[in-house]
């Protein structure tokens, strides 16, 4: 998977055969978890700095899929026009682009659904879009929480706890699994 554009809006957007989109907060561990995917260290830029990646970044499989990664909704909070904007550039996304098959959403496994995740789960379903839901920073996580956490976590996203996909990009845990969903969505 290879590094195509960034753009601003959606309907810069090239055509596409079948098309993944990720969605999350800022700072959920959105690039780290693309570059993990990816097998590369810098594809998506992984930054301390919330709140910056406000661009839409556009990747393409060798088989002529692609995989949107949408900006953080992090920044979108900033102010009321942005978020405004933010909301209208999703819905937009969501109910015009025919190439999408799936969006993962990316909940932080430490912190577990924020509201900003639960209005996207909810305009998910809404807008009829099949999404996968993808817990990140799983090592961030005593073990011995685990098994509380991974159940609390799809109890507040209102999904049985085995349609959550846990990963870590510092043990590897789920990356597989999100690659083999990437790919036969892609393929
Ligand atoms: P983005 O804003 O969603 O793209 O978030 P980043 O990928 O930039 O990650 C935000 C912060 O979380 C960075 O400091 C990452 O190193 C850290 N992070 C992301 N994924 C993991 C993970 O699986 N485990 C741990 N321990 N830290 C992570």
Redesign the pocket.
Request: cysteine-free; glycine content about 12%; hydrophobic content about 20%.
């Given at each position: 998977m290879s590094f195509v554009l960034s753009a601003t809006h959606v309907d810069q957007l090239p055509e596409s055969k079948a098309e993944i989109a990720l969605v999350?907060r800022?700072?959920?561990?959105?690039?780290?978890?693309l570059n993990a995917v990816c097998n590369r260290k810098s594809l998506?830029?992984?930054?301390?700095t919330?709140g910056r990646?406000q661009l839409i970044n556009l990747f393409q499989t060798p088989t002529g899929g692609t995989v949107v990664d949408l900006p953080?909704y992090g920044y979108a909070a900033v102010s009321g026009k942005l978020k405004r904007g933010w909301e209208k550039m999703i819905v937009g996304y969501l109910n015009e682009r025919e190439e999408l098959d799936l969006i993962l959403v990316?909940v932080d496994g430490v912190i577990g659904p924020t509201d900003l995740d639960l209005m996207m789960l909810e305009q998910l379903r809404a807008s009829e879009v099949d999404f996968q839901i993808i817990a990140?920073?799983?090592?961030?996580v005593k073990p011995s929480q685990r098994e509380t956490r991974k159940r609390d976590l799809a109890k507040n996203c209102e999904v049985d706890p085995s349609e959550v996909v846990w990963?870590?990009?510092?043990t590897n845990e789920g990356i597989e699994k999100v690659r083999s969903i990437i790919n036969r969505v892609l393929k």
């Open positions: 999350g800022s700072n959920v561990g959105k690039s780290a978890l998506a830029r992984v930054s301390n919330p990646t953080g990316l990140t920073k799983q090592d961030k990963t870590s990009t510092s």
